[in-house]
């Protein structure tokens, strides 16, 4: 078992980088974190991995939508994956597939495929690659296991999952048992708090991140300690809010102190 390093997802304070990306990569920096990861920066790798260097900051893994065949997989992979290196990630995970190809077992089926070909272009260019759930994987079953599940069995051995605690049990999961399936698969977990909902993805209405009632680490309902005890080969645990009420630092801070208790640094 090893510890995974902390981390936080740059997409819980982006307002504060829209409006001052040095102050708030520095109000970070200023918490103890020296890792994060990475959004939106296929186009701006070279100012992004600028700004992270002067706050001694790296981006280890990253979030970049490349499993879409009529987008990036189709006409700019490689400048993704390139793009990823000049940050230093090591595991770029694609965020988010749409509820309704999770419905049918061959869009399911050709997203793992996608991504198994993806893990081989990226091996070209010394990156992993791998998924990041939220909670619409988890609502269809196929052969009687969830539409996640029966993904994760399609997957090749060097494809990484980075499970998101919320959503996974948004989804209906016991996020521990969930773990323990997926195995040394779980290599970064979204260590993220609040009360346990319901998936909003597969209902058509329009998602707020407002109505997820997320808070710090440690202050609501999903198991975090048992998720990270489940998890023994996660190198990542990466704080992130797609909403907080109140100053967004102060709950990375909260998580930082959480984390920090677990012996995650």
Do not use: C
Not at 11 to 35: F, H, I, K, P, W
Not at 149 to 161: I, T, Y
Request: hydrophobic residues 45%.
């Amino acid at each position: 078992m090893s510890t995974p390093q902390l981390s936080v997802q740059l997409y819980s304070v982006r307002q504060a980088l829209e409006s001052d990306e040095d102050a708030a990569l520095g109000r970070l920096a200023a918490l103890g974190l020296t890792n994060v990861e990475a959004f939106g920066f296929v186009h701006r790798a070279d100012e992004l991995a600028d700004a992270l260097a002067r706050h001694g900051l790296t981006a280890r893994t990253g979030h970049a939508g490349f499993l879409s065949p009529d987008g990036e997989f189709a006409t700019g992979l490689d400048d993704t994956f390139r793009a990823a290196r000049r940050l230093g990630v090591e595991i770029l995970f694609d965020p988010f597939v749409p509820a309704a190809r999770w419905a049918d077992e061959k869009e399911i089926a050709r997203t793992a495929a996608l991504l198994n070909e993806a893990a081989e272009r990226a091996a070209e260019h010394g990156l992993r690659v791998g998924y990041h759930n939220h909670s619409q994987e988890f609502v269809h079953t196929v052969a009687g296991v969830s539409a996640f599940d029966h993904f994760a069995g399609l997957l090749a051995p060097e494809v990484a999952l980075e499970i998101d605690l919320f959503w996974a049990a948004a989804g209906g999961n016991d996020v521990v048992a969930l773990l323990g399936r997926l195995g040394s698969r779980v290599r970064a977990l979204h260590v993220k708090d609040g009360p346990v909902i319901d998936d909003p993805f597969t209902s058509g209405a329009p998602f707020d991140p407002a109505d997820t009632g997320q808070v710090a680490a440690g202050q609501g309902q999903i198991p975090l300690a048992a998720a990270l005890a489940a998890a023994p080969h996660a190198e990542y645990a990466v704080l992130e809010f797609d909403h907080y009420d109140g100053d967004v630092f102060e709950g990375v801070a909260a998580g930082v102190s959480y984390l920090n208790g677990k012996g995650i640094a």
